[in-house]
C-alpha cells in the first residue's frame, strides 16, 4: 500500500494521507523491479519519433539547374574525364543521396501505451517524485500562486508536471512562464509527459480518475 500526504493549494500538509494499491495501477506490481523498463523506454522511443518532423529535403542530380551535356570530350583533352556540371562532385551540382521528406512515426499497440502510462505514474510514487495537493484553483491567471506552490513543496527549480483533473486554462497560463514546468490535464497523461519532467505534482481528484481509468 502507497501513502503519499496531502498538500492544500498553499503547499501546507493538511494532515491527511492519499492512500492507493499498486496493483490498481499495474497488476502484480509492489516495487519498482515490477516495472517493465523495456516498454516505458519503447513508448518514449515512439514519442520522441512522432515528434519529428522529417520536413527535410535536398536536390539530387535531375533537381540541379544545369545542361546535361558533357563539360567537354572526354579524351584528348589530357585532363581527367568530366560528366556534366550536375554531378555530385562539383560546386552546385546534386547530391549523391539527396534527403526526400520522411515521416518516422509509428504506433504501438493501445494497450501497451496504456499500461506504460500507469507504470511511469506508478514509478512516480515508487521513487518517492509525485506530490499529492487536495485541489489546483485558481480565480484568474497567477503565476505567482503556482511558483509559491512549488517552492513551499520544495520542487522550486526542479522540472514538474502538473497534473489536474480536466483542462484549466486559468492553471495553465499560471505556470506556462515557469522554466521546466508543464501542465496536463488526467485525460492527455502518457509516459513521455510523466519521464519528462522529473516531480510529479497531482492533484486528489486527477488521482482518482487516473485510478479508475488511464488514457494514452
Known amino acids: ?33 515490477d516495472l517493465n523498463k523495456q516498454l516505458l523506454h519503447d513508448a518514449v522511443v515512439m514519442y520522441e519519433a512522432n515528434r519529428r518532423q522529417g520536413t527535410f529535403k535536398s536536390k539530387g542530380r535531375g ?37 526526400r521528406p520522411t515521416d518516422f512515426g509509428y504506433t504501438m499497440p493501445r494497450k501497451a501505451l496504456q499500461l506504460a502510462t500507469r507504470m511511469a505514474l506508478l514509478s512516480k510514487f515508487l521513487d518517492g517524485e509525485a506530490v499529492v495537493v487536495e485541489k489546483l484553483s485558481l ?13 513551499t513543496l520544495g520542487l522550486a527549480g526542479q522540472s514538474c508536471l502538473l497534473t489536474i483533473e480536466q483542462h484549466d486554462p486559468t492553471v495553465w497560463k499560471s505556470a506556462r512562464n515557469i522554466p521546466s514546468v508543464s501542465v ?4 492527455e497523461l502518457n509516459a513521455y509527459k510523466l519521464l519528462q519532467r522529473k ?16 488514457s494514452n
Open 63 to 99: 533537381e540541379v539547374a544545369g545542361s546535361k551535356k558533357k563539360m567537354y570530350k572526354q579524351k584528348g583533352t589530357g585532363r581527367a574525364r568530366m560528366g556534366t556540371k550536375r554531378t555530385c562532385v562539383r560546386r552546385g551540382g546534386g547530391h549523391a543521396f539527396a534527403k
Open 1 to 33: 500500500m502507497i501513502s503519499v500526504p496531502i498538500h492544500s493549494q498553499s503547499g501546507q500538509p493538511t494532515g491527511r494521507n492519499y492512500e492507493f494499491d499498486p496493483a490498481e495501477l499495474v497488476s502484480g506490481a509492489q516495487s519498482r523491479d
Open 199 to 214: 516531480r510529479l505534482v497531482v492533484t486528489e481528484a486527477a488521482m482518482n480518475r487516473l485510478r479508475g481509468k488511464t
Open 139 to 151: 480565480e484568474r491567471p497567477q503565476t505567482k500562486a503556482v511558483a509559491g506552490l512549488l517552492k
Open 184 to 187: 496536463s490535464p488526467a485525460v
